[in-house]
Nanobody
Framework: VQLQASGGGLVQAGGSLRLSCAAS????????VGWYRQAPGKQRLLVAA???????DYGDFVQGRFTISRDNGKNTVYLQMNSLKPEDTAVYYC?????????????????WGQGTLVTVSS
């Protein structure tokens, strides 16, 4: 599976960005997909997940600021990020093969791609 993440960049605190991730897989429609992020020296964390049925889960730190969505016709998952904070600075990765482990806990077993860098200045 090839993943092409885009939409990152430099934005001031309070600003918005929309990330996109296009996947090459033909099974996209039946996959649970999501976004993770990794800040320097920190673990990779789940930002948001969306099931094949369109149900969503978010990391606690999102606090209503981000929205994940998917377009199955384009094999693409999006992450709309509003009210960005400097602590949102990270490389954001998409993964198109998630498994729901328990409640809002997900395990990513697919490939990661190159990610897209989001930098939020204060």
């Amino acid at each position: 599976v090839q993943l092409q993440a885009s939409g990152g960049g430099l934005v001031q605190a309070g600003g918005s960005l929309r990330l996109s991730c296009a996947a090459s897989q033909t099974t996209f429609t039946t996959q649970h997909v999501g976004w993770y992020r990794q800040a320097p020296g920190k673990q990779r964390l789940l930002v948001a997940a969306i099931s094949s049925a369109g149900n969503t889960d978010y990391g606690d730190f999102v606090q209503g600021r981000f929205t994940i969505s998917r377009d199955n016709g384009k094999n693409t998952v999006y992450l709309q990020m509003n009210s960005l904070k400097p602590e949102d600075t990270a490389v954001y990765y998409c993964n198109t093969d998630l498994v729901k482990v328990y409640a809002d806990m997900w395990f990513a077993r697919g490939s990661w791609g190159q990610g897209t860098l989001v930098t939020v200045s204060s």
